[in-house]
């Protein structure tokens, strides 16, 4: 069905004689069960789809895009829409670019085909584990809570030969339980973006999050540190990572002369690895193909503290005479930006518990309020929504509220520890890392 | 979407809507409809896309809880005949509502649409030159640049039929500025409801002061941190009233058993001299509209009345739970995402009080200057505000330029030590909001300068 809407707006851009084409189709799937408490609230189902036209127009050193985005296959919509495609492409003036052509692809599955064939099945039955989870911890409250199941099917076909198509599935987890003790009140509110239904681990997640309610009904406001020693999990670490080292290792960053890190520079300490991997199951970005249709790779990024490689989708690629390493991700309007896929960071030697043995008077982080660095400088400062204080090798008592600021570039010059263990977080899969360094304010 | 006029639409949706029983169920149905421009300049990019019109339906019943189904199509309407069924005496469990009308459509003073792309995009070109000419400083300037307009069409079983046309614009300036190994910046925003009028000024005016400020920054020093005096600009006002203190007041996180404000109604909850208010009924703003998604009228609610909680923000279904009146808060970002109790245009409103007078008082503190982005915590009524910049106070004077700060603590005692509120005029400004991490909304929010006798800061 899908390859016949696809045909449709292709004959039209080859019965127009469009030299340089790009058909991005998306069909989406969304089936929701919202929990007001424990009972359900609400149940959504969601179906719908939409393409993305881009034309080119060649002109020397310099290439007009167009793009347009729509959901009419009415063909006067579809023939509008051309027009003003190719209408775009001529008052535009991008660098030179082209679309790309095959190339191999890595082969991965990333849709499960039990729940592309009984999505609501799969959602009920797993809205029936939520419930019976939540209810069965008498010790919180649950306030809220969502599951949503996405399932995604996605064409891309271009003038230069390029056919694809994927299908992907994944979930959408977020669960709030509350805590009561005399009067004092403390919540865990978690959210999760989930790639495998193995990964979904209902039991185990609200086991976790039921322990983090009742540990920070204790929690005590941290004593301030100029010079603290901070343990950041995987999911702090993915906020101020991704974000931060993502955009300077792009290709963007570097022709925007934004980026200091230069290719065999010292920018991280010695045990610090990271690389882009598209192709790491398990983690949220993990597709054979990126947004324009290139392969999905491994990049090595940060290799021993050494800045190896640059991150580039199609433009930047051209611009810098190399190739694409797959980091183009399709946003919501149609454009292609150069990003990350999913970052990994090679695990260290030493394993959690020893860890925090090792640490004299530390801090561990479990959640920010919003860790949003700038992506330029890469400073920082979040309050502290769940943590502890470490003190002597021991998780000490459970601290909440205050301040913990710093810079994420300087950061990563400054691991103090990396664990063995690593932990999948929507795009990343990441170890426990300690920094030196950071302050703590209250 | 195959392509329907408006009284098409009207009548394809009174006949599903009609064939559920009002006191049986509710039922409404939307047709939402979006075409945008969008325009990106920086040092490596010139991106224009056009968003052509992509449209979709959601219908939804209550029948004990909310079955909803958003479908890409409205020759689909079949589909939700089948998916919805038919009950009997489950129409109490929604407030009922008078149904009405309305079908309005703002017209911009100056008309995008009539405005040739080219230009706009020549006269984006011509802010990027001039910008990257200013100062060799400047690495990269930042230009975004958009037109929205969305067509929601309404239709109940209470016999509303509504069509809103609501065309927004929003124009996003940040001059990147890097000296050494420095790197910083400041941005200028504008956005409302409305035409090209919108941008038109600011493309013949403000440059200098932005590119200027951007410039400032790469001087400017870290925040004290600890407890101080400290006065919020009209940006970190409203960024304090929406982020901090409104997410609490969404009656949905009430219901949930999920709000710190949950006991205070008609309680003290900031200093006598605040007023707080939502109103998605001021004309021209960015998150102002004639009726929400649930086809509710849009009228003002104060929130917060001379430091009483006089009123929470709700939906249909926390109006009906709380036996209350809903003032058009139950909104979507498209048909493909769920209502929630949403603010929409939310601030302080001016006080009595002059701004240099309140700076005099200060011996050491900080001014906090453009709110940048925040944070809410429903349960704890905890704070998470940060500011892009702001101004040390020494001596009563305002000192040195200060780079990003944090803005933390208790939102309760922050309002409780609210000592005097400028009185400049009311001042909102653009954005988006989203729900948790996602469902994002227009909003503004905004208000005066507001002065704090002390609060817990860090850098940003």
């Keep these: 069905m899908s390859k016949e809407k696809i045909e449709l707006i292709e004959n039209s851009l080859i019965s127009k004689k469009i030299q340089e084409y790009e058909i991005y189709f998306m069909d989406t799937e969304i089936y929701e069960t919202e929990f007001i408490k424990s009972n359900i609230a609400s149940e959504r189902e969601v179906n719908k789809f939409e393409y993305v036209i881009r034309t080119l127009s060649q002109k020397g050193k310099e290439t007009g895009i167009g793009i347009v985005k729509g959901n009419s296959l009415e063909p006067k919509d579809i023939d509008k829409n051309i027009e003003t495609c190719v209408f775009l492409s001529k008052n535009n003036s991008s660098s030179k670019y082209y679309f790309p052509k095959n190339k191999s692809l890595p082969q991965i599955k990333t849709a499960d085909q039990d729940i592309l064939n009984d999505p609501v099945g799969f959602k009920k039955d797993i809205s029936e584990e939520i419930k019976k989870e939540i209810d069965g911890h008498k010790e919180v409250s649950p306030t809220f809570g969502r599951f949503r199941l996405h399932a995604q099917h996605k064409y891309l076909r271009n003038s230069n030969g390029l056919d694809l198509n994927a299908s992907k599935t994944f979930f959408y987890l977020e669960i709030a339980l509350k805590a009561q003790e005399n009067g004092k009140l403390s919540e865990s509110w978690e959210i999760e973006y989930i790639k495998e239904k193995e990964d979904l681990k209902i039991k185990e997640r609200v086991d976790k999050w039921t322990k983090i309610a009742q540990n920070m009904l204790k929690a005590k406001i941290p004593k301030p540190n100029q010079h603290a020693i901070v343990v950041f999990p995987p999911n702090v670490l993915k906020n101020a990572i991704n974000p931060v080292v993502g955009f300077h290792s792009s290709g963007r960053a570097y022709h925007e002369k934004i980026t200091n890190l230069k290719i065999d520079d010292k920018v991280a300490s010695d045990a610090f690895t990271l690389t882009d991997n598209g192709t790491l199951e398990g983690a949220l970005m993990c597709n054979s193909w990126d947004g324009e249709g290139n392969p999905h790779q491994i990049s090595d990024v940060i290799k021993n503290g050494i800045f190896k490689n640059r991150l580039y989708d199609q433009k930047f690629a051209i611009m810098g005479n190399t190739d694409s390493t797959g980091n183009g991700m399709r946003i919501d309007d149609g454009s292609v930006i150069n990003s990350i896929s999913n970052l990994e960071i090679s695990s260290g030697d030493i394993a959690k518990e020893d860890m925090i043995s090792d640490i004299k008077e530390g801090y561990l982080i479990e959640k920010c309020s919003w860790l949003n660095p700038d992506r330029f400088s890469g400073s920082f400062g979040t309050e502290i929504r769940n943590g502890y204080f470490i003190k002597n090798g021991h998780l000490e008592y459970p601290i909440k509220g205050g301040n913990i600021s710093g810079n994420v570039l300087e950061m990563i010059n400054n691991c103090h520890y990396i664990t063995k263990e690593r932990e999948f977080s929507v795009n990343s899969l990441f170890p426990y890392i300690s920094f030196k360094n950071l302050t703590i304010s209250s | ?460």
């Design chain 2, 1 to 460: 979407m195959s392509y329907k006029s408006h009284d098409e639409i009207f009548s394809s949706f009174e006949e599903i809507s009609s064939s559920y029983r009002r006191k049986n169920q509710y039922f409404d149905i939307l047709y939402d409809s979006t075409s945008s421009i969008r325009i990106l300049k920086t040092r490596s990019e010139e991106t224009i896309s056009i968003n052509a019109n992509t449209s979709g339906i959601v219908a939804r019943t209550f029948i004990g809880n909310w079955k909803e189904l958003a479908l890409k199509d409205i020759a689909e309407l079949e589909i939700i005949k089948k998916k919805f069924p038919k009950v009997n005496n489950k129409g109490g469990e929604i407030k009922e509502f008078e149904g009405w009308k309305i079908n309005k459509e703002i017209k911009p003073k100056i008309d995008p649409s009539e405005i040739p792309i080219e230009d706009k995009l020549q006269k984006i070109r011509e802010i990027f030159e001039y910008i990257t000419k200013f100062d060799e400083r400047i690495i990269n300037p930042i230009i975004s640049y958009g037109e929205l307009l969305t067509t929601r069409i309404f239709v109940n079983n209470e016999g509303s039929q509504l069509r809103q046309v609501l065309p927004r614009i929003r124009l996003f300036i940040q001059p990147i500025a890097k000296e050494g190994s420095i790197i910083d910046f400041d941005y200028f925003s504008v956005g409302a409801e409305g035409g090209f009028e919108i941008v038109k000024e600011v493309f013949d005016k403000n440059l200098d002061q932005v590119i200027q400020n951007s410039l400032d920054m790469l001087k400017a020093e870290a925040t004290p941190s600890g407890r101080l005096p400290i006065i919020l600009d009209a940006d970190m006002a409203g960024l304090v009233a929406h982020e901090s203190f409104g997410h609490g007041l969404e009656a949905d996180q009430v219901l949930r058993d999920r709000s710190y404000l949950k006991n205070y109604l008609n309680k003290k909850v900031a200093s006598d001299i605040c007023v707080i208010c939502d109103a998605p009924n001021i004309e021209g703003q960015y998150g102002s509209s004639f009726f929400d998604d649930e086809g509710i009228q849009a009228s003002k609610n104060v929130l917060v009345k001379d430091g009483i909680l006089k009123n929470f923000i709700h939906s249909r279904k926390t109006a009906t739970e709380f036996n209350s009146i809903p003032k058009g808060n139950g909104r979507r970002e498209s048909f493909a995402h769920p209502v929630f109790v949403r603010m929409t245009n939310t601030y302080f409103e001016p006080g009595y009080h002059n701004i240099e007078e309140m700076i005099s008082e200060i011996k050491k503190g900080v001014i906090l200057v453009r709110g940048y982005f925040g944070m809410e915590d429903p349960l704890g009524g905890g704070m998470q505000c940060t500011s892009k910049k702001g101004y040390l106070i020494e001596n009563g004077q305002k000192t040195k330029l200060l780079k990003s700060i944090t803005l933390s603590g208790s939102v309760l005692e922050l309002l409780q030590n609210i000592d005097s509120i400028s009185k400049d005029k009311l001042i909102l400004r653009p954005g988006t909001c989203g729900k948790g991490e996602e469902d994002y909304v227009p909003v503004t929010s905004g208000g005066s300068y507001v002065k704090v006798k002390e609060a817990l800061i860090s850098p940003g």
